[in-house]
């Protein structure tokens, strides 16, 4: 087991590892929990709201010195699968939005917000931050499409359980990446997309329109293909779904 550091609370896990990174040298795997964040950041800026003492806000630090930068969405795609194994664990079917939210049916069970800290070309130091929904029972209406464990289970579930679960799924699926296996994440990232097959509706800053998915490639870029044929590539932030 890695090792595990455990607060009170803090305003985020992630500011937190990353001061404590700074200050000392702290081994590859390292994860900070916190009770509650009184300001969990969640993807675009967002706030990720999470209820005390119900659910699973950790950090992780990774150092992925082997990844080009115009390859690290790699990292992305392996811990985010980490965090789909663990879970299915628990329930299926989950699935990985893209970039790498988590899904179950049509509501987002957890979120990831990497913050990599580059050397060059290299991906020096990587800080890994897991929102995950597990025992708490309402949301607010600011996050109508929030579900959590207990919603879907009916039951509790044990948050140091889980906690180390989702640690190890996710450095056994980032050592695999640092072993060479690139081929099997991508394919098995692929495979796990959310809306994955057929055509379905998206938004950029032109308006809606109907896609199917093609591929997402190491950069990151989602590759769609128009109802009409039309061949479109799109980064983050630059495309949403319908």
């Not at 994860?31 to 800026?45: H, S």
């Not at 917000?113 to 050397?119: D, G």
């Not at 050592?175 to 690139?182: F, H, P, Q």
């Amino acid at each position: 087991m890695n090792n595990i550091i455990k607060i009170k609370e803090t305003d985020s896990t992630n500011h937190w590892l990353k001061a404590q990174s700074k200050k000392q040298a702290l081994d590859e795997g390292t994860t900070v929990i916190a009770g509650f964040q009184t300001a969990g950041k969640g993807q675009r800026g967002n706030r990720w709201e999470s209820e005390a003492g119900k659910n699973i806000t950790c950090s992780m630090i990774l150092y992925p010195q082997f990844l080009p930068v115009k390859q690290q969405f790699l990292l992305s795609e392996a811990v985010a699968l980490g965090l789909k194994d663990a879970l299915e664990q628990h329930l299926r079917p989950v699935e990985i939005k893209w970039p790498n939210d988590i899904y179950y049916q049509d509501k987002k069970l957890a979120g990831i917000l990497i913050e990599n800290e580059l050397t060059g070309q290299i991906t020096g130091k990587s800080i890994i931050g897991f929102g995950l929904n597990v025992n708490q029972e309402k949301f607010s209406p600011a996050a109508p499409k929030a579900v959590s464990m207990k919603q879907i289970l009916g039951k509790e579930t044990d948050l140091d359980v889980l906690l180390e679960k989702t640690a190890n799924a996710v450095l056994f699926r980032y050592n695999a990446l640092k072993d060479g296996n690139s081929g099997l994440i991508v394919s098995a990232y692929h495979d796990s997309l959310y809306r994955k097959s057929g055509f379905h509706l998206f938004m950029d800053k032109d308006g809606v329109f109907t896609a199917e998915i093609k591929r997402v490639t190491d950069d990151g870029f989602l590759h769609l293909t128009t109802d009409a044929g039309e061949k479109r590539c799109y980064a983050f932030k630059e495309v949403s779904y319908g």
